[in-house]
C-alpha cells in the first residue's frame, strides 16, 4: 500500500504560476512510475505528466514546455512546477503511482495503468 497527499492547489490569475507537490508514503519504493493527471469538470482524467524511477519523463503535447517535473527522492515527494497557466488548466490534479511496473520502468502516461491515487488538489486559472 502506498499513500499519497498532494498539496499546492490554488486559484491564479491566467499567466500565473503554481507549485504542486505530492507526497509518497512510507515510500516510493525502488521502481515506479509516479505522475500528475488532472480532471476538469465535464471532462475525462487525462495524464499531464510521469516520470519513471530512472529520472525519464514524459509530458503530454497540452503541456508544450509550461510544466516541469521534479522528484526529492529523499522526501519521497514529486512536485509539478506550473508556469504561464490557462484557463484550460483549471482542474483538480492528482498525484498517482504504479510501483514495479513491468517492464521494468517502463511507464504510459494513461490512469489506467495506476493503481495507487491522491485526493486530488485543485487547481482554478481565472482571466
Known amino acids: 500500500q502506498v499513500g499519497l497527499v498532494e498539496s499546492g492547489g490554488d486559484s491564479v490569475q491566467s499567466g500565473g504560476s503554481l507549485r504542486l507537490s505530492c507526497a509518497a508514503t512510507?515510500?516510493?519504493?525502488?521502481?515506479?512510475?509516479m505522475g500528475w493527471f488532472r480532471q476538469a469538470p465535464g471532462k475525462e482524467r487525462e495524464g499531464v505528466a510521469l516520470i519513471n524511477s530512472d529520472g525519464v519523463t514524459s509530458y503530454a503535447n497540452f503541456v508544450k514546455g509550461r510544466f516541469a517535473l521534479s522528484l526529492d527522492n529523499e522526501k519521497n515527494t514529486l512536485s509539478l512546477q506550473m508556469n504561464n497557466l490557462e484557463t484550460e488548466d483549471t482542474a483538480i490534479y492528482s498525484c498517482a503511482i504504479e510501483r514495479n511496473p513491468r517492464p521494468y520502468d517502463y511507464c504510459v502516461l494513461s490512469p489506467d495503468e495506476f493503481s495507487y491515487w491522491g485526493q486530488g488538489t485543485q487547481v482554478t486559472v481565472s482571466s
Open positions: 512510507p515510500s516510493t519504493g525502488a521502481s515506479y512510475c
